[in-house]
C-alpha cells in the first residue's frame, strides 16, 4: 500500500474532498446531459435550469449532485421509458466510473490487492457521504452493503439502478480484475444496498 493511500484512508482534507465531489459531479452530470442532448433536448434545458448555483457545504454540494442526477434520469425515463432510459444511463455511466478509478488509481497508488481496492473505495465513498461493509464467507464473492449514502434521499429507485453503473466502474477502474454488481437499493425500499464483489485472477 503506497504511503499516499494510506494517508487519504486517515483523512481527506475537506477543500479536496469538495473538490473530488465537484469532479465526480462535473463528469457523471455530464454524461447524461449528453444523453438528453440526444434524446430529449427540451427536457435538458429545464434540467439545467433548475440546478442550483455551484457551491456550498459538502453536504449541500452532495444533495445538489443528487437532485440533478434524479432529475436528469426523471427526464430520461420521461422521453424513453424505463428499460430504455436505465439501459442507456447505465452504458454512458459505466465507462466514466471506470475512468475516475483509473485516475484515483494512479493519484492514490492502489496496488493489485483487495485490500487496496476497498481502501482506495472508501475514500471515494467518503468523499460521496457513502459508507459501507464488505464480508465474505467460506470463498464466494464479497458481499458489499451501503448501510449510509447521502445521496439515497434524492435518489428514486430508477436513478440508483442507473448511477450505481458509475460505482461498478469505479471499482473497476481501481482494479481491473474486480467486478462490482448491485442488487439491491435504498431507494427501492431495501434496508441496505447490496452488491457482490468479486476479484477474478
Excluded at 471506470?98 to 488509481?105: H, N, S
Amino acid at each position: 500500500m503506497s504511503l499516499l493511500l494510506r494517508l487519504a484512508a486517515l483523512w481527506t482534507p475537506p477543500p479536496l474532498a469538495r473538490q473530488e465531489l465537484d469532479r465526480v459531479a462535473r463528469v457523471t452530470t455530464a454524461a447524461l446531459d449528453a444523453l438528453l442532448a440526444e434524446h430529449a433536448p427540451l427536457s435538458l434545458d429545464r434540467v439545467r435550469r433548475e440546478d442550483p448555483p455551484a457551491g456550498g457545504t459538502l453536504a449541500e454540494r452532495r444533495a445538489a449532485l443528487g437532485q440533478a442526477h434524479d432529475r436528469r434520469v426523471a427526464a430520461l425515463v420521461q422521453a424513453l421509458g424505463r428499460e430504455q432510459a436505465v439501459a442507456l444511463g447505465r452504458a454512458a455511466l459505466f465507462p466514466v466510473g471506470q475512468q475516475l478509478g483509473r485516475d484515483a488509481r494512479a493519484r492514490l497508488g492502489v496496488g493489485n490487492g483487495t485490500a487496496d481496492l476497498l481502501r482506495a473505495a472508501r475514500v471515494l465513498y467518503r468523499v460521496l457521504g457513502i459508507a459501507f461493509t464488505v464480508r465474505r464467507q467460506d470463498g464466494q464473492p464479497r458481499f458489499l452493503r451501503v448501510h449510509r449514502c447521502a445521496l439515497a434521499a434524492h435518489y428514486s429507485a430508477v436513478t440508483c439502478a442507473v448511477l450505481s453503473a458509475t460505482d461498478e466502474g469505479v471499482v473497476q477502474g481501481l482494479n481491473p480484475a474486480a467486478r462490482l454488481r448491485f442488487q439491491e437499493y435504498m431507494p427501492a425500499g431495501a434496508a441496505q444496498c447490496r452488491a457482490t464483489l468479486e476479484v477474478v485472477r
